[in-house]
């Protein structure tokens, strides 16, 4: 990845932060589910089938923006962090986990998350 500029247009969304951060503590997530605010994650049955959402959404506001956030994350998002080498994305199970590039913006999002109190309420 190498450019600094480069490093700082992936950390600019929200989205891809919480992405890149979450990949920190694993190996790999299913999105949107592993970025969703609490309450918004869809129950699953055993066996794994998604059942609607979970009684905290309710409105229809809720999943209307759920659906907007995972347009957002097919679209633009994860194929940026997939062209900079930084995740890879099974598209089929919207599996993604960390890409070639990953060690190189790592620290980076280390020493984010350490001083996370001297950043505005929204960086992570």
Known sequence: MGATDTLFNLLA?????RILFSLCDTDSIHLPDAILP???ARSR???GDHSGPTPEIGSGSDER???QMEIQLRHRHLPKLQQAGVIEWDRDTGTV???P????IEPVLHLLAANN???PDDLL
């Open 13 to 17: 969304d929200g989205d891809r932060r």
């Open 38 to 40: 609490r309450g918004q």
């Open 45 to 47: 049955h055993p066996g």
């Open 65 to 67: 923006a759920r659906r």
């Open 97 to 99: 986990s960390r890409g």
């Open 101 to 104: 590039q990953f060690e190189e």
């Open 117 to 119: 109190g001297r950043f």
